[in-house]
């Protein structure tokens, strides 16, 4: 872990890792990055499988776990997804699930004490990690309210485009 990242989880303005399954992720793990950008989030990127190597895994999340801020796991595996379990099983931290093989519904049907998370698309988990730290950092609201108010402008718009171009009305 980075020297900065370590300061900015200890500032607590909520952050996250990104911890993928293996290499082949990198596209979704992309995906993810760029839409925590939109809401300035810091984000650590990690490889560690919980098939191969479970004690690296334990390792990796002892070690984030240890710190003090708040802190959530994303986690991107894909076919039975064994990581997301794992890691939500053994973390104190929020653990979400975003498979790069959607759908994929392996992250649902794990056993107690096992609580990710499910969100399929990148940009709403980006979201939900704003929405969790929303009481800590008032940039993540700030953006939240602001897509809140672009998503009412468009569809606005939109109404009023398919209104025009649509709707017929019988003369009287």
Known sequence: MSDRFRELVEQNIGCAVILAGSGSDEQHVSEICAAMAKYKIPQEVR???AH???EAVMRLVRHYDNMSGALAYITV???????????????????I??????????CLGNPPLSSNMYVRNPKNVA????QIFSHLNSNYV????????DKGEELQ???KSLKA?????PEA
């Open 97 to 106: 699930s975003c498979p790069p093989d959607v759908p994929n519904d392996g």
């Open 77 to 95: 595996a894909g076919g039975v997804d064994f990581l997301s379990g794992f890691v939500a099983r053994h973390s104190l931290r929020p653990v």
């Open 142 to 149: 700030d953006q939240l309210l602001k897509d809140i108010h």
């Open 52 to 54: 191969n190597d479970s």
């Open 47 to 49: 490889i560690q499988s």
């Open 157 to 159: 718009e939109k109404d």
């Open 127 to 130: 979201r939900a990690v704003a």
């Open 165 to 169: 171009k649509l709707s017929w009305v």
